[in-house]
């Protein structure tokens, strides 16, 4: 009796013949598959989100004071905020406060300041781009501050908070604090403590 389509495919594909023929090509259809996943890589990898390096970095370029340190007078501080990424910094927000700090040296506390609701909105900031923000003291200096101040055992300290997006959404924080120490200059120096970026 003739044997079924299926049986002779069966009868064919069972020789050893066919096996070996299938066992050679297993390592030709595994190499091919090594090659896929290696060009594979190499497309994903050159596609991949930008470094940390190439995302928005705001810093503090510099910060300067207008003064004298004396009773009834109200110093002001600008500080210029640079974006020294390689993209630009999305939806920044700014909040600076100038205050006179009372002591020598700075306590052991977390920041201080907060991002509040009444944060300037500066928007997008291109990479490589400064700008520029004010503040002053919010009352003019008392005669007991302006004693202390001129004595140099108080000083004008000036905080700040930095809220910005990376280009991927990622949200990011910039603090700082600056402190106007030597009067004889009117540059600002970062504090020993609450200068962090993330």
């Not at 003739?2 to 002779?8: H, L, M, Y």
């Not at 630009?88 to 907060?114: E, G, H, I, N, Q």
Request: proline fraction near 6%; charged fraction near 20%; hydrophobic fraction near 40%.
């Amino acid at each position: 009796m003739p044997e079924s389509g299926a049986d002779q495919r069966e009868a064919f594909f069972g020789q050893p013949r066919w096996k070996g023929f299938l066992k050679k090509h297993q390592y030709l259809l595994a190499g091919s598959v090594v090659i896929l996943v290696v060009v594979s890589s190499i497309v994903l990898l050159r596609g991949k989100p930008p470094q940390s390096a190439n995302l928005a970095k705001m810093t503090v370029q510099e910060s300067t004071i207008v003064g004298p340190l004396v009773q009834h007078n109200v110093p002001t501080a600008t500080v210029l905020l640079k974006n020294t990424g390689y993209s630009p910094a999305l939806t920044t927000k700014a909040r600076l406060v100038m205050t006179v700090w009372t002591a020598s040296t700075f306590p052991d506390w977390d920041m201080p300041l907060k991002l509040t609701a009444d944060a300037e909105t500066i928007g997008e900031i291109d990479a490589g781009t400064v700008v520029s923000q004010t503040v002053s003291l919010i009352t003019p200096l008392t005669d007991v501050q302006g004693m202390h101040l001129e004595r140099k055992d108080w000083f004008i300290v000036l905080l700040g908070i930095v809220s910005y997006t990376d280009i991927l959404g990622n949200p990011h924080e910039t603090k700082l604090c600056l402190i106007w120490r030597e009067t004889s200059t009117q540059r600002l120096t970062p504090c020993e403590r609450w200068n962090i970026m993330d």
